[in-house]
């Protein structure tokens, strides 16, 4: 199965420095904070989370370029954070100012 896309808005809560891979790929690590009402089994909810992120490449060049406390549209696939660990990590191919 191929489904894996994930979008979420939030603001960016932590933005690490941009650093680059082995590859010279840029890479950058950060964290969006997401807040809304969600309806579940019929009731309305209050939800809210940090989410951690990677972008890499050109999305990382973008991602460099936002501050902290910015409001985004992020959009990607999640994946592990390492082979060692089940932490889910949003790996963004499309970010964008709300």
């Known amino acids: 199965m191929d489904c894996n896309r994930f979008s979420v808005c939030g603001e960016l809560a932590e933005l690490d420095d941009l650093r680059y891979t082995p590859a010279g790929l840029a890479r950058v690590a950060f964290r969006i904070r997401h807040s809304s009402m969600q309806t579940e089994a019929g009731m309305v ?3 809210n989370c ?3 992120a990677l972008a890499l490449g050109t999305p990382a060049l973008q991602v460099n370029q936002l501050q902290v406390g910015q409001r985004v549209k992020a ?3 999640l994946a592990q954070r390492s082979m060692r660990t089940s ?3 949003l790996h963004i191919d499309n970010i964008i100012l709300e």
């Open 45 to 47: 909810r209050q939800v």
């Open 50 to 52: 940090d989410i951690p």
């Open 75 to 77: 959009e990607g696939f």
């Open 87 to 89: 932490q889910l990590v």
